[in-house]
DNA sequence: TGACAATACATGTTATGACATGTAATTTGA
DNA sequence: TCAAATTACATGTCATAACATGTATTGTCA
């Protein structure tokens, strides 16, 4: 019998060894969610990456954080950091100042409006969370970060 | 002590639930696989998207598939096969025939030399497979698989 | 201290993705 | 049977991603 995975891509043949179904499992789950996201974000006016940034920001505080220090933190990497946080300051989601001390430096804050952003979108993102988690137990929660840690650890 | 994805993200904050982190987990897990097969691939001169092309005009032989079916099959689903396959048909690697009982339909197939990229490439895909999957038991795998299957399927 | 390297960000360019719309071929049903 | 709907693909347009390169500022050390 096919595995669930080969039905929804309708392969025409098996997956030579599980840990192959394992990985194209990982990015066909990713994608997904992506999606799911996307959609879920869209009435908010904004995107996963986009998303991903204010909450970082959040998380920084008032200090806030410079481009750099957000390009580390983000889930997905973008390698264009400059422009996406010019987008997000055009929608009004945060601020930009030169640092005064190192004038390299730009220091990115949240404001408000993204602030609220982050707030009403909450219920929304639960939802999406509780529905694609919400048949798993705790036990099969924890080893699956577990597995996915060790997928992310390359060896040698 | 913050979790694995905690460090790697340098969260402020820790992840207000399991299930939470487990949705990002398998969203950077991904994030980070498709890095690694981008540069695995980038010496045989493809992406992964046109990888998984050219892996589904395998799957179907010499009879080829059209377009829509192509995109069916896609890991990663993309809105614009068309211009994904002209790509690949300037590359040499499919060949594209409308089809004369129904004209709306274009039949693809791989070439010659999509299938040696397919075979040049299998050492190289192996090897990360290897590196991403070798700390994980049987039972481990099987569990990974079954519990990504769960998260895409969405409740109500 | 002053040349060189490193850092942080910005910008230019090309390719690809997303979304809407257009077009040709086929199917459907009054 | 033929107008309307559907299907499959193509195209236009704009936004974003990818990649290389440029520029200003700071750090380093001979």
């Known amino acids: 019998m096919p595995s669930r995975l080969e039905s929804e891509l309708k392969q025409a043949r098996p997956f030579a060894r599980k840990s ?21 974000l869209r009435a908010f006016g904004i995107t996963p990456t986009q998303y991903n940034v204010l909450r970082i920001l ?3 505080g008032k200090d806030g954080l410079c481009g750099r220090e957000i390009g580390e933190r983000l889930v997905s990497k973008v390698p ?8 997000m300051e055009d929608l009004g989601l945060m601020t930009r100042e030169r640092d ?7 220091t990115a804050r949240v404001t408000p409006k ?16 509780e529905r694609h988690t919400g048949t ?4 099969e929660l924890k080893d699956l970060v577990e597995a996915l840690d060790a997928v992310r650890t390359s060896q040698r």
């Open 20 to 40: 192959e179904e394992a990985l194209v499992s990982i990015m066909r789950t990713a994608a997904i969610l992506d999606h799911v996201f996307q959609d879920g």
């Open 58 to 60: 959040r998380g920084a």
């Open 80 to 87: 264009d950091v400059s422009r996406l946080l010019d987008r």
């Open 100 to 106: 005064p001390d190192d004038r390299r430096h730009v």
């Open 114 to 129: 993204g602030l609220k952003i982050l707030i009403d979108a909450e219920p929304t993102l639960r939802t999406i969370e």
């Open 136 to 139: 798993l137990s705790a036990g």
